[in-house]
């Protein structure tokens, strides 16, 4: 029998003790993780915030009051123990757990709170060596959201949780120590044009008038450096109604900063330390300064905007090789204004046979992708060979052999179309897919890149929009506004981080002197009316002396979903939305009464509750 001495007042964590612990007496709390009854004996995994010991209920050793009571344990129970540590005996210790050398032999136990049969299992641990631990992995996403609380138990979550903490205070840290200030911007506020739609609030008091919830700071933050702040962040939670994807959610929170007497070098250097400090928590090594590409360059050779650079396959530009062809197909495109481009895809001709190529690609995966048709060519004794070759002159098969540097084994796949849109894009997709197929991307690599040089604006049915938003500074400021050719042909100030593949944030150097704000609202075609209605406050505070600023804001979830390679970014997120921007668990958005509605103003009195213009209740 263990000698029963005054157990400890002061609760230790189940993750810290180890055989040097042994003999010790201690008080734990947490939760039932998982048991395993012997007959006699009950071993328990009691699991804390930081770990889990396995804890033992053995006649020999615990009253029997004790042992009685721990009979009635399950799963995800809320308890309180005290014992003593013991060293387990040899050939029974547990490798899946920290704490797997020792025990603790229970002395008392105290049930703070049951729980429930639970949905699904919360355990990630096995209780013996070579057991399978298979945690939640399998379980539907929104029965996990349905009960967050109880998937937010899993060590994986916890883990993710803590670790997105770390990270935010490391950019606090890193940005405070750089003479930047945190300041809160308001959440009930007036529309900004982030290319999204609003989420709008009612307001009781303004008969018939709407908050919008913010898009992102950017009017604001823009204001503190009017204000003379000169260094302003943010942990900024952004609200957009956008189309469902799935890796997007209707708020998200960005890193939002600005700094006022700057260049794009000073938004490049502190950005690449920050993410290179940050990236350092998950044990991700960056090296700066990062590469940078033009837009023209990314759209050219990789056919996106946020390319992923840890693989080749480049996009080689063929359409000079054909200037005089005869080959039909080319030539249409070509009479058009069109254009050639192709990949070479180096040593896998094997992989990629005559019938892949044709019956998958050529027919169904690039005509998926929006373009027509494809053409491929595999190299083999130095020569093309292909079902279309035949129709290409000679000096069009060197040029190609020449131009996309073909040796034998390569694969080149050509795609011609009329528009330039539709050409770089479904290249885009395919350099994609092939990466995907063949296995080209290297696991453990991270690239980040900087993409500079935007168009200013994008050409749309509806005329011209802002790339960015429209206070973001043109490459010069003596365009005429109404000349749309000079307008398309603008650059801006702008750039993108982008890690493979992904956009993790972007920015800009802002236009900061209020006639050139005017100018490109011009541009935009908005009306002095429209302008003075939208933006007139904020172009009024322009001409208050504003300081030269620019800024950029990094999507936070995106980033630690990146660095903790999380399948999704609900994984980072305490409480996210569904793929269909609803709350399992809160079961938001809901109806509400028609008072509520009538006290906005929105409809007329009366009672029951209403959903989509229907009485439901
Ligand atoms: N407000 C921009 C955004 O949310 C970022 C910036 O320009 O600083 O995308």
């Known amino acids: 029998m263990a000698d029963r001495g005054v157990m400890p007042k002061e609760r230790v964590s189940c993750a810290g003790l180890g055989a040097a612990d042994t003999g010790r007496a201690v008080r734990l709390a947490g939760w039932v993780d998982a048991l395993r009854d012997h007959g006699e004996v009950l071993f328990v995994h009691l699991r804390d915030v930081n770990g889990i010991v396995q804890v033992v209920f053995n006649p020999a050793h615990t009253p029997a009051p004790v042992c009685d009571l721990a009979a009635a344990l399950r799963n995800e129970y809320c308890v309180e123990i005290t014992g003593r540590v013991t060293l387990r005996e040899v050939g029974t210790e547990n490798p899946h757990i920290e704490t797997g050398t020792i025990e603790v032999v229970a002395e008392t136990l105290n049930i703070l709170a ?30 996990r959201l349905q009960y967050r609380y109880l998937d937010l138990r899993r060590p994986g979550m916890q883990r993710n949780l803590i670790m997105r903490h770390r990270i935010v205070k490391r950019m606090r840290d890193y940005l405070d120590a750089r003479g930047f200030v945190e300041v809160e911007t ?27 919830l913010p898009q992102s700071p950017q009017l604001f933050k823009q204001l503190l450096m009017v204000g003379g702040l000169e260094r302003y962040f943010q942990i900024a939670r952004c609200f957009r ?55 023209q360059e990314a759209m050219d ?58 019956n998958e690609y050529a027919r169904e995966i690039v005509p998926s992708f929006g373009a027509r048709g494809m053409t491929w060519m595999r190299v083999t004794g130095g020569t093309l060979e292909s079902n279309i070759v035949q129709f290409f002159s000679p000096g069009e098969r060197d040029g190609i052999l020449e131009r996309f540097g073909a040796e034998d084994g390569d694969v080149i796949i050509m795609i011609a179309d009329r528009s330039w849109q539709v050409l770089t894009s479904a290249l885009g997709l395919l350099r994609l897919h092939l990466a995907g197929r063949l296995g080209l991307i290297p696991d453990g690599m991270y690239r980040p890149l900087w993409i500079t040089d935007f168009p200013l604006f994008e050409v749309t049915e509806r005329g011209l929009t802002s790339s960015h938003h429209p206070f973001t500074a043109p490459d010069r400021e003596d365009f005429d506004p109404k000349d749309k050719d000079v307008l398309a042909g603008l650059r801006s100030r702008a750039y993108d981080l982008v890690m493979n593949g992904e956009e993790l944030g972007g920015g800009s150097i802002r236009i900061h002197r209020a006639a050139v704000q005017r100018k490109l609202f011009d541009a935009l075609g908005l009306t002095q009316d429209e302008v003075r209605e939208k ?37 980072v997120i305490a409480f996210p939305k569904n793929r269909s921007a609803y709350c399992p668990l809160s079961e938001a958005p809901s109806a509400v009464s028609r008072t509520q509605l009538a006290e906005l103003g929105l409809v007329e009195s009366g009672s029951g509750k209403w959903v989509l213009g229907k009485k439901i209740m």
Not at 347 to 352: D, G, I, K, Q
Not at 564 to 569: A, K
Request: overall charge negative.
């Open 535 to 571: 933006f007139g406050f904020f172009i009024h505070a322009l001409e208050y002396g504003a300081p030269p600023h620019g800024g950029i804001a990094l999507g936070i979830d995106r980033l630690v979903s990146m660095i903790l390679g999380t399948p999704s970014i609900r994984d």
């Open 114 to 143: 049951k729980s429930k049969a639970l949905p699904f299992q919360i355990s990630e641990k096995a209780m013996v060596a070579g057991a399978d631990a298979r945690g939640a992995g399998t379980v539907g996403e929104d029965l």
């Open 301 to 358: 050779t990789t056919g996106s905007d946020h390319p992923d650079t840890r693989f080749g396959l480049r996009f080689v530009d063929a359409t000079d090789i054909f200037a005089g062809t005869s080959y039909g197909i080319f030539r249409q495109v070509l009479e058009h204004g069109g254009r050639i481009k192709g990949i070479n895809v180096k040593r896998e001709s094997e992989r990629l046979s005559k019938n892949v190529l044709q």
């Open 186 to 212: 308001p959440v009930l506020t007036k529309s900004t044009p982030e290319g999204a739609r609003d989420y709008l609030v009612p307001s009781r008091v303004h008969r018939h008038c709407f908050y919008a």
């Open 241 to 295: 109604d956008e189309d469902l994807r799935p890796n997007r959610q209707p708020e998200f929170t960005q890193l939002d900063l600005e700094a006022s007497f700057i260049d794009e070098e000073y938004i490049y250097e502190i950005i690449e330390g920050l993410m290179t400090e940050v990236c350092a928590l998950g044990d991700i090594t960056l090296s700066a300064p990062f590469a940078r590409m033009t837009w």
